[in-house]
């Protein structure tokens, strides 16, 4: 799904974030539940913390969760918070859940994903295939997507579908455009016994088979969604010609240029979806 653009959000690859081509009215919503993802983020991944402090605060994060929930549309002064650590984030995370109506349960698998991360790098473990891969995607990547299907009111099955391959696509991009710089941090995603050629050519096709959703979606938001599926597949252009292992590949200012291109013709998403 789309990316976020504002100078003060530097990270969190996985979100779209509030970019000018983003509805003016949906911005603050999408920028909270940002803000909701990026600091589950930076409690299961920076600072110096060990992997059993990490999972109490994932713990902690996730009970304010709960009371947000609970108390979703029905929080103002009367109430107070539902956060005593997080405030700033839970107060109006509260309020776009109750607004859109968004499965609360996103945000639950948002947060399995993050334990997983802690739990697996602190054993050194190696994912046993592609399916298990993809069952953190689902968890890690695949919810953002549908919270902005459901932000923009485009929640229909196959569009769900549709946007569950994108990101899952983008996340699988992520790792193995990264694969280089992970390996030294003691994160392994790629699955025992694959191929990473292999493993690159299905991310490919599974971003194809979401590519159509490019095209239903309409307005600001469909053309920011061209933009990160010809960006992805753009990454992977590059990782079919270098050794990912050893370099780490990266857009230029000319592979803007050329996104931007192909953006501006839906026959090229079109074709995508052609077997």
Known sequence: MP?????????????????????HHLRAAITTIYHFA???????????????????????????LV???????ALDTRYGSTSVRWPNIFNPLSQVISEFSIPTDLFHRLLDAFEQDVLYTEANLV?????????????????????MLHLFQHNDPESLRQSD????????????????????????????????????????????SGSP??????????LELRAVVQGGLRIIEKLERINPLQIRPKLTRLDYVLIAW??????????????
């Open 67 to 73: 009371s947000c929930i609970s108390n979703k549309g």
């Open 127 to 147: 994912y046993k295939n592609r399916e298990e891969l993809l069952q953190y995607c689902y968890k890690s990547a695949a919810p953002i997507g549908r919270i």
């Open 38 to 64: 990026r600091t589950a983020d930076d409690l299961a991944d920076e600072g110096s913390s060990g992997a059993v402090e990490r999972i109490k605060d994932l713990s902690e994060y996730r009970s304010d």
């Open 165 to 208: 391959a994108i990101c899952c696509a983008l996340q699988l991009i992520n790792f193995w455009q990264d694969i280089s710089i992970d390996t030294q941090r003691n994160r392994f995603y790629l699955p025992k016994d694959s191929d990473l050629s292999l493993e690159i050519q299905f991310a490919k096709d599974l971003m194809h």
């Open 213 to 222: 959703l490019c095209l239903s979606l309409k307005g600001r938001a469909g």
């Open 262 to 275: 192909r953006c501006c013709f839906k026959k090229s998403f079109q074709s995508l979806a052609q077997p």
């Open 3 to 23: 990316s976020f653009h504002q100078k003060s959000i530097e990270h969190y690859e996985n979100f779209p974030v509030a970019s000018w081509l983003c509805p």
